[in-house]
Structure formats: structure tokens, C-alpha cells
């Protein structure tokens, strides 16, 4: 059986979306950045647009360009963006997958095959081929949905004649409804027994999904359908000062570090951390612990956290087996030692 459609391209974060892991060497720029991380985009654009004016060809100082474009509502330019940095640097990879993701959102998918495509012949990303294996899916989803819309018109055959529809079959007279039949204990229990469903994997990957699919359905499995899951990821760490008593102690501590020469600084708005103070988030360790060694020079007592900046669409399968969960598992586990399987009820 395959299903179509199930998993579809992964639209990371920022920092999975726009950014590398290369090192970031001008700290105005690293600031811009843990400034768009916090979806702080004035801001950022403010210390963007003087790195701008003296290295227009700084390749990072493009890339962050680009990403703040999309978030101030110019895809079109951003993609022009990105889609200029693939011809100044042909093996950049994130400045491709960047293009091929905003094709997606545009749904201009056969651009954004051609795109991973073109990268993916001189350098292996596994990225790239997660989300070149989404585009497929996105296409055979197109394609799947057109076949069905020409098939409830009408298909026409070799000959020119159409082919419609077959009828649906006649429903059967309608009855008065009767007591369902309550089977006594041993009976239900035997019934139990001879059936049991599962909620099997969480796969990130259509070709991953398909051959799970494929191992369970040869088992003699029913296969009820997908569930979707996310999953989020820490890639980055913020600095922090735990949370205040209100906004306005906040705020006062804001205007107490700033007066001591601390820039890139501001309250956490909502979440956990609400009213506590941000430092910016990093993505390089190294940048990480220069900025809370400083501020511990200062006497303050920061924190870091993990900083969710990504969510993972995965897809579980749920499928009716014969027999017990447990018979299945321990052959499940032997196949696909990486992904769980549970019981579930029976639908």
C-alpha cells in the first residue's frame, strides 16, 4: 500500500532554514542573528544594513539578508537573494535549500527540484535529500489529486470514448434497528485475543514511511492510516536572567545593563521565561560561553537554555495485526530498532 502525501517537506527554523554551522566572525552580525532568532526584525535590520553597506559581498551577511526579507513579507526578493548567492557560490548549500524551501511555499515544486537537484550533485547533504524526498511527495500528491479529479469527471479511453465512473452499489433495504448482541465473556475474551492495533514508528522520511509500510502489510497487517507527530528541536542555547516579579522590575533591569555598556538586550516577552531578561541566543558554543563569562564578570548570574528553533513533522503508522502487540514487536524492534511501536485501542 503506499500513501501519498503523508509526509510533507520540512519548513525549518531560522537557524535550520537559513544558517550553517560555519563560524560567525563579526560580532555585529552574530547579534543581528540572535536578534532574528528572537523574531526581534527591526532590530536586526538595523545592525543588517550597515554590514550591508560595507560588505555587500560578505556571503553570511547575505544569507541573513535574505532570511530577513521573508520575515518582512518580500519573498520574491528573497528568493532573487538566494537565488544570486547560487551563482556567486555554486557549492553553498544552504543558499539552495533556502531557494528550494521558499519555491515550496510558493508551490513552484518542479523549481525546487531542479534546485536540490543541482546541489545535490556536488555535495551529499542529508538535509537535501530529506527535503528533495519531500518535493517527490509534494509532486506525487499533485499528480495523485489530478488523476482523481479526472477520474470523477470522467477518463477518457485510447478510442476516444469515456469511461465514466462505475456506479456506487445499490444500498441495501433499510431495516429496523435491532439490540446488538452482547457475546458472553469467554467469547469476547477469544475475540480480543485473535486481534490487536498498533501505533507503529515516527518517520521523518517518505521512502523510510513507504518501507514500513511495506514490512507491516507483509506481516498481514491492516494498515488504519497516519498519525501526524512534531517534534521539537534545540539547536540553539538563549542567555537568561531567570524571570521577575513583573514586566516593569524587567524593564528596570534592562535599563540598569544597558547603563553598564550591555548591548544586545531585552525582556522575554511571553512564554516560560516571561519578564525574565534576554542576553541572545547562540548557536556556537564558543560565542556562548564568551558572552555569559563576560557577564559573569559583570555580576550577573545568567542561565542557558535550550532554545526550541525547530519543529520535525513526523509520521506514525496505525495498523491491526492478528494476534497480540507483543508477537509483533520483538520482530518490529529486530527490523526497525530506531522506532517504537505501541499498543493502541482498536478504532
Keep these: 500500500m503506499t500513501r501519498i502525501g503523508g509526509v510533507l517537506i520540512a519548513l525549518a527554523s531560522l537557524a535550520a532554514l537559513m544558517w550553517s554551522a560555519a563560524a560567525i566572525a563579526d560580532d555585529a552580525l552574530d547579534r543581528a542573528l540572535s536578534l532574528t532568532k528572537e523574531q ?3 532590530e536586526a535590520r538595523d545592525l543588517l544594513d550597515p554590514l550591508l553597506e560595507r560588505e555587500p559581498d560578505n556571503v553570511r551577511v547575505r544569507l541573513l539578508h535574505g532570511a530577513l526579507r521573508v520575515h ?15 551563482r556567486d557560490h555554486p557549492d553553498m548549500f544552504e543558499a539552495y535549500n533556502n531557494l ?27 538535509l537535501g535529500y530529506e527535503n528533495l524526498g519531500g518535493i517527490y511527495t509534494l509532486l506525487a500528491r499533485r499528480a495523485y489529486d489530478r488523476g482523481r479529479e479526472l477520474r470523477a469527471a470522467g477518463a477518457t479511453s485510447e478510442d476516444g470514448s469515456v469511461t465514466p465512473e462505475p456506479p456506487e452499489p445499490p444500498s441495501p433495504p433499510v431495516k429496523e434497528a ?11 475474551e477469544a475475540a480480543d485475543a485473535d486481534e490487536a492495533c498498533v501505533v507503529a514508528g515516527a518517520f521523518g522520511d517518505p521512502a523510510s514511511l513507504e518501507e514500513a509500510e511495506q514490512w507491516l502489510l507483509a506481516q498481514d497487517a491492516d494498515i488504519l492510516g497516519l498519525a501526524r507527530e512534531t517534534r521539537e528541536t534545540f539547536k540553539n542555547h538563549i542567555v537568561y536572567l531567570p524571570p521577575l516579579e513583573s514586566r516593569a522590575e524587567a524593564e528596570e533591569k534592562v535599563r540598569e545593563i544597558r547603563a553598564r555598556g550591555v548591548s544586545d538586550v531585552g525582556v522575554i516577552p511571553t512564554g516560560a521565561l516571561a519578564n525574565g531578561v534576554s542576553f541572545g541566543v547562540y548557536g556556537r558554543k564558543a560565542n556562548l560561553e564568551r558572552r555569559m563569562t563576560r557577564l559573569g564578570e559583570l555580576g ?33 524492534a529486530a527490523r526497525f530498532p530506531e522506532h517504537p511501536i505501541r499498543e493502541m485501542d482498536c478504532r
Design 100 to 126: 528550494a524551501v521558499l519555491y515550496v511555499k510558493e508551490g513552484r515544486l518542479e523549481e525546487a527540484r531542479v534546485v536540490m537537484l543541482d546541489i545535490l550533485e556536488r555535495r551529499d547533504e542529508a
Design 72 to 86: 518582512e513579507g518580500d519573498t520574491e526578493d528573497a528568493i532573487g537573494i538566494f537565488r544570486a548567492i547560487t
Design 178 to 188: 435491532e439490540p446488538p448482541a452482547v457475546p458472553d465473556r469467554p467469547a469476547r
Design 40 to 42: 526581534r526584525y527591526e
Design 300 to 332: 550577573y548570574a545568567v542561565r542557558s537554555a535550550g532554545y526550541a528553533t525547530a519543529t520535525e513533522e513526523l509520521m506514525a503508522i496505525e495498523a491491526r495485526i492478528g494476534g497480540t502487540a507483543a508477537a509483533l514487536s520483538e520482530a518490529w
